[in-house]
């Protein structure tokens, strides 16, 4: 019989250290905070918006580092309405104060107003829609019930009714008060959707299985895992803050007129709009920009924490 056996050729193998389908590991395994993380740092916009928010951060925080002139002691009627001078590049109020120092000094009110108000609507909108949504039941029917309420109330009428009634009492943490206080119900139904979605995991179960409380297991695992929508919906919720502020302010509801804030400032200066336009329209420009730039940086965070916004870009 002829030999029928095919001769196979092998190639040589270098001396050293072969990897057969090797495949490459992260040293760091990935989750959504890095992911997120590693997506928005290389968008411009971020980076933009984040400066805002920083500048004017440090303009409420210390003020004086961008402006050495009072914004209240030094105010003379002879410079009623005039234009920039030296020292003073934005002009003067219709009262004669600097422009540009009560820009920079009003920053702390209304950020004070927006990030107290942020802070009242997302602690009760965040135990309000993790209650409901963890246990469910009846509770979750009163919570639901109780939220649609606030959710039906525009909390900036709601709060014209409050400063109203409460006229001898108008402070940061009053007028913070009136506008948390009715604007949480959002809040309360973004955190009430993720709970539910979250509660369903296997991590979930198998800390109850281990014997863990139920609200043990809400603290500790559930809401962690359920609190990237509350960051987004925290970040848009301190622009509408501030804008809340400034329309209270405006309509005289707010804070007192002796208090400096970029809403008291447009108001007081509506009435000289046809003669000295400018004292409304640079603390109209502050407004816009900060409130544009919590905007921007919310709505960032909110696709970068979205996988399937990534996935498309």
């Known amino acids: 019989m002829s030999d029928t ?3 196979h050729y092998v190639a040589p193998i270098p001396e050293g250290t072969v990897a057969v389908d090797a495949i490459k590991i992260a040293d760091k395994p990935s989750n959504l905070w890095r992911d997120a993380w590693s997506d928005i740092r290389k968008r411009p916009m971020f980076w933009i918006s984040l400066v805002i928010v920083l500048i004017v951060l440090l303009m409420a925080i210390w003020p004086t580092l961008f402006t050495q ?7 003379q009627l002879s410079n009623s309405n005039g234009g920039p001078a030296a020292g003073h590049p934005l002009g003067f109020t219709f009262q004669g104060c600097d422009i540009y120092a009560r820009t920079v000094w009003g920053a702390r009110t209304s950020l004070s107003v927006g990030i107290i108000a942020t802070l009242i609507g ?3 909108g965040l135990v309000m829609g993790a209650l409901a949504g963890f246990y469910g039941g009846w509770l979750d029917g009163v919570l639901s019930r109780v939220g649609d309420i606030f959710f039906s109330i525009p909390y900036i009428l709601a709060a014209v009714v409050v400063m109203s ?7 940061v943490f009053t007028l913070a008060f009136a506008i948390g206080g009715f604007a949480w119900a959002s809040t309360a139904r973004v955190v009430r959707a993720e709970v539910l979605r979250v509660r369903q995991a ?4 198998a800390s109850r299985a281990l014997g863990k409380s139920r609200f043990g ?5 559930v809401i962690p895992n359920a609190i990237a929508p509350l960051l987004v919906i925290t970040t848009l ?3 509408a803050a501030i804008v809340a502020e400034a329309t209270l302010s405006y309509l005289g509801v707010g804070l007192g007129s002796d208090t400096m804030s970029w809403g008291n400032d447009i108001g007081q200066a509506q009435a000289s709009l046809r003669v000295a336009p400018m004292a409304l329209i640079y603390p109209s420009i502050a407004l816009t920009i900060t409130v544009l730039a919590f905007i921007m940086l919310g709505e960032l965070v909110r696709d970068a924490l979205d996988p399937r916004a990534r996935a498309r870009r």
């Open 5 to 7: 056996s095919a001769t």
């Open 69 to 75: 002139t009072p914004p209240n002691n030094n105010c």
């Open 122 to 124: 997302s602690i009760i």
């Open 165 to 171: 009634v409460f006229a001898q009492f108008r402070n």
């Open 202 to 205: 296997d991590f979930v179960m």
């Open 217 to 221: 297991t809400l603290i500790s695992h």
């Open 237 to 239: 919720s301190l622009a």
